[in-house]
């Protein structure tokens, strides 16, 4: 069957002093973090899987008695098309599990997509038609908490303490020395490749470019000698997609679009124009410009647009969760004949590594995920916020066994002790490539956490993209453009 | 019922009423349409107001609505004084006529084609009528593949018939991508013009048809100087329709493009979109919202005046 090498890249990139020199960089000392981030290698997740039994209903139970009669309204991202099956299935049983342990509360639940839920959540809040309990992606948070839509919510509401989570994650539910959220999962990506178009390239099928100047050499190579797209760049506007791929390569070039890679960012300096970003752009501009080594249609491409193209043998390398793995085999099942076949040798030759660093040695990654809020009751339909529901519906999903099982394909469960569970250890068996992930985890960058992130991910930064790639402006007017956009966001202003 | 006859001359000679006074004598009838006119002035009215009212707020990301601060006229010069504007504005008028004028000449087209009897005539008009009955979301997702710019079937196809050496790009090139998005509209958009013409060539006398070939007239004659004109009522009536459906026109462009790349698909429409929603400048995305409100509104004074110009037209002739 396949030679898919379990975590080899990480084995071999990846030490524990290598992470904790990665912390050193970005993790601020002040923060004075409870949880010891330098043990989080892969050997630490294994040797802590399926050691420590948790007992949901009971934790749960304390929190909001079990037999609580009561309502709980909640939106949250659902499944999509980008997501494998075995996902959808983990929805299914966590509302069921839920509906049974708690028979009383009328949970009335709603799943968005990932592009849809923030537009949505602001029209509703607008209407003071609002949900109670709202599942929102990590960039969100910060900007309904700064308006005063969420109530204060800290892992010690439900049972729980923040020694629980991961620091960053807390942090993204932090505004002006309070929290609004608990983490649900976090999660990092990693560079994907296709061994076969490696070695038909001339390059060594099991090493992956080291550096993103490697990647727009490889994926030159690639396009040159297979006639295949080298890198599945992502440049949509209005798509998270765009910038959960494109942060980690201005990080890693030395840019950012404030200091959010430093150690104790301000946010005061916009650094989106800086040399170091231009460099970023500009490696995005030689592959699609310069060298067309990746594929054309990446403007309006999304990572599920990517996915195809990978298991069709059209795409050597992209970045993405290890969930893509168990997407690539429920894509697989619909293909037929030939096509079957080469889906069959693309997952065989499916390769995950860590993400490429800069010229620098600086390795980065989004630190991404989902945070659980409670709105505040004048915002939300009704008027009303059944605290108690609302407790347990978020003291459910972010236990230790539910955290775990709905980020079972793709990320890693936003309570800590989810990686001691016996699903953990059942996982590590079960989905591939679980090892590089992790093994990204330290190098971790959030984002910037005010208000105006969403503005400056899903827009401004897409736009500066785009507006390089096309042509419409030179890679130095498109990043002062963006630059002045931004400074424009910050003082509300202009466009 | 008595009437008595007193009354009829008393109010037929007295002095022209005032506009409250004749709508005191109408009270019965404004009270039946009362319940009408409350749903108008809240789910029209007052929203028109609103959105006129917030277009002189400033609502940075950072605030809640109701948080908003007065700033006049600021945000028509923010728009105004913008690049993009302007380049949208552009893109507006061309997807609009553009759109509108080949949605109508292939619908007249289709039109004239099928006003003919033939063979399977009747499962032609059921197959041109689909583009128009599918959902709009389905066909811009549909069309998206068509046109994918590494896998696109129109691109295969090109390349498989030696048309072009690689697949051409479609929506991913700022050249390209506003006709590529106008074919779409049209393909959704023609169908309607053909059900409204071919409606309207039922209207054409068939003695004038008659007499016109026996006067010698040819067929582009007989079409241009007597089926025409009788189209014109139903030509200005299409036209203002299409005109204003493509102003106000988001799926396709949005779910295709999402107004990109480097803005060189957005609309007005989702330019406002994204604004308000995107980035959350409720205070500009309204005064945008007015410009555009002003704009169709005029569209409509001349779709009314059209269409009561063509109804005179039709009753004298």
């Known amino acids: ?495 | 019922m008595t009437i008595r006859p007193t009354e009829v001359p008393a109010r037929a000679t007295a002095r022209p009423a005032g506009v409250f006074r004749r709508a005191w004598i109408h009270r019965a009838d404004y009270l039946y349409v009362l319940p009408a006119i409350v749903v108008m002035l809240i789910v029209i009215a007052y929203p028109v107001y609103y959105t006129i009212e917030l277009s002189f707020y400033n609502t940075p990301p950072s605030l809640q609505l109701r948080d908003k601060i007065f700033v006049g006229f600021d945000n028509y010069a923010i728009i105004l004084g913008s690049d993009v504007f302007w380049q949208v504005t552009l893109n507006t008028f061309i997807w609009t006529i553009v759109s509108t004028g080949c949605a109508y000449i292939l619908g007249l087209g289709c039109a004239l084609c099928l006003h003919r009897a033939f063979p399977g005539r009747a499962v032609m008009r059921a197959i041109l009528i689909i583009p128009w009955v599918i959902s709009a979301v389905a066909a811009a997702y549909i069309w998206k593949w068509i046109y994918h710019s590494n896998f696109g079937v129109i691109g295969a196809l090109l390349v498989e018939l030696g048309f072009a050496g690689r697949p051409p790009n479609f929506i991913d090139s700022v050249n390209s991508v506003l006709p590529s998005l106008i074919v779409v509209n049209v393909w959704r958009e023609f169908p309607f013009a053909m059900i409204m013409l071919a409606a309207g060539l039922q209207t054409v006398p068939d003695q004038l048809l008659r007499a016109a070939k026996v006067d010698g007239a040819g067929a582009w004659h007989s079409f241009w100087h007597v089926t025409f004109p009788h189209l014109r009522g139903v030509s200005i009536a299409t036209i203002l329709l299409l005109a204003v459906a493509n102003f106000n026109s988001f799926i396709v462009t949005w779910i295709m493009t999402g107004g990109g790349p480097a803005n060189a698909s957005h609309i007005w429409i989702t330019h406002i979109y994204e604004i308000a929603f995107g980035r959350q400048r409720w205070g500009i995305a309204a005064a945008y919202s007015v410009i555009l409100f002003l704009i169709v509104m005029s569209l409509g004074y001349f779709y009314v005046r059209g269409l009561g110009g063509a109804e005179k037209e039709g009753g004298a002739s």
């Open chain 1, 1 to 495: 069957m396949s030679k898919i090498h379990l975590g080899c890249a990480v084995r071999r990139g990846v030490s524990t002093a290598s992470i904790a020199a990665a912390l050193a960089v970005w993790w601020p000392a002040s923060a004075q973090s409870p949880v010891d981030l330098t043990k989080w290698s892969p050997e630490y997740v294994r040797s802590i899987a399926g050691t420590q039994e948790f007992d949901t209903a009971a934790d749960c139970g304390k929190v909001t008695p079990l037999n609580y009669r009561g309502r709980v309204s909640f939106w949250y991202q659902g499944a999509f098309e980008g997501d494998p099956d075995l996902l959808r299935q983990y929805y299914r049983d966590f509302f069921a599990t839920f509906r049974k342990t708690y028979p009383n509360i009328q949970l009335e639940d709603q799943a968005l997509t990932y592009n849809d839920l923030l537009d949505k959540f602001r029209t509703a809040l607008l209407g003071t038609a609002g949900p109670m309990v709202v599942r929102l992606q990590i960039l969100g948070g910060v900007e309904f908490a700064s308006k005063g839509y969420l109530q204060e919510l800290k892992p010690e509401d439900i049972g729980y303490t923040a020694q629980d989570f991961w620091p960053g994650a807390m942090k993204s539910n932090m505004w002006k020395g309070k929290t609004y959220g608990i983490p649900t999962n976090n999660e990092t990506m990693a560079l994907i490749w296709n061994a076969d178009l490696f070695k038909r390239a001339g390059l060594d099928p099991d090493k992956p470019p080291a550096t993103w100047d490697d990647v727009v050499r490889y994926s030159k190579q690639i396009k040159e000698k297979t006639g295949i797209a080298g890198y599945g760049l992502v440049a949509r506007k209005n798509a998270g997609n765009t910038p959960y791929r494109f942060m980690p390569q201005l990080w890693a070039y030395g840019g950012g679009v404030f200091d959010e890679a430093s150690a104790s960012p301000n946010y005061a300096q916009i650094q989106l124009n800086t040399a170091a970003s231009k460099r970023a752009l500009q490696a995005s501009y030689d592959m699609y410009v310069r060298d067309k080594s990746v594929p054309v249609s990446a403007l309006t491409n999304q990572q599920a647009d990517n996915q195809p193209l990978f298991l069709a043998g059209q795409l050597a390398m992209m970045i993405s969760h290890p969930s893509d793995y168990d997407v690539m085999l429920d894509l697989k099942k619909k293909a037929t004949g030939s096509d079957a076949q080469t889906a069959q040798n693309v997952i065989d030759n499916m390769r995950y590594g860590l993400i490429p660093t800069g010229p620098d040695g600086k390795r980065a990654v989004v630190f991404g995920g989902s945070n659980m809020h409670i709105l505040k009751p004048e915002y939300v339909d009704g008027g009303k916020v059944d605290q108690p529901a609302a407790k347990a519906l978020v003291c459910f999903w972010t236990s230790p066994e539910w955290s775990l099982k709905m980020a079972y394909a793709g990320s890693n469960p936003g309570n800590l002790n989810g990686f001691k569970t016996k699903w953990m250890k059942e996982r590590l068996e079960n989905i591939k490539f679980l090892d590089v992930t992790t093994a990204m985890l330290p190098y971790g960058i959030p984002f910037p956490t005010i208000p105006e992130t969403p503005e400056i991910m899903n827009i401004i930064v897409p736009d500066m993209l785009q507006n390089a790639l096309t042509g419409t402006m030179s890679v130095d007017q498109a990043a002062e453009d963006a630059a002045r956009k931004i400074r424009n966001v910050m003082s509300g202003g202009k466009l």
